[in-house]
């Protein structure tokens, strides 16, 4: 009897400081990640001109480098933007990042019709995690309202993006500032959510603004009015034209036949033909 009570209790104890250090395993790798994630660094820069722009976002990771670290980049779009998802898996294929959409795109549609969406941006999962890495995506400027208030240009404010990182040996995160666990998804295919360690206030820098050329509400009126104007004399002008090549076909073609009257082509050389044989014979 005591040797199966003391046989029980050394299970539990057993047990028990198994739990206990694979707690203080999983705390430490989550202390490591989230001290990581506070020594890194995400800067971000945008070049080009007009409706087509690039922003290139380079990431600089801790200098301990952790074994099993996957990285994400989570950037928020508003709608004044849009990016285009043929083009993304075009250069997906040339590079070393995939790049999930939160929801489908459509390029033809103004601002003012659509809502922000999400691109979620991971590095290649072979091989270890560099240090620095820089991805660059193309965006593209939406048409936008004209203004009525004399404004040639319009300011898109584009947020700079979140860096996220995970590994599978930390499974149980907290949200204790300046860190906080979100959830996203694990991968690229979108098929399961994980959660993610994410450092708040991970930038001094603010919104970069974008600015975008607008039409001129003002000149509405005249720009339909001139059109509508050009399109009218365009249309004068070419059917008189027209009309002009039938009639001198016409009466080229009834000198041939040798009559004035407006018979067709055939049917006045079809009247020569009989005429004639009829006096011969």
Known sequence: MYFVLFYALACLSTCHCHFIEKDEKNENHCGLLKQWLKSSLVSVEIIKKGFHREVVTTVELGPDVLSGVRVLLVHRWPRGVFVDPYQLASLSDQSDWQILLDSAIDLEVPAHKTVGFVTYMYPSPDGPTPRLLKVTIPVHGRYHKPSFVGETFTSVDIEPPELLLRTEKCTQLDNKEPHTAVDAPCTPDNSSTCLWVKLQHQQERGPMGVQFPVGDGS???????????????????????????????????????????????????????????FYSA
Do not use: W
């Open 219 to 277: 000149l509405v009126t005249l720009v339909c009015g001139g059109t509508l104007l050009v399109t009218l004399l365009c249309c004068v002008a070419l059917s008189k034209h027209i009309r002009r090549g039938s009639e001198v076909k016409f009466y080229r073609y009834s000198s041939l036949a040798g009559v004035d009257s407006p018979v067709p082509l055939g049917a006045s050389f079809l009247f020569r033909s009989h005429f004639q044989a």
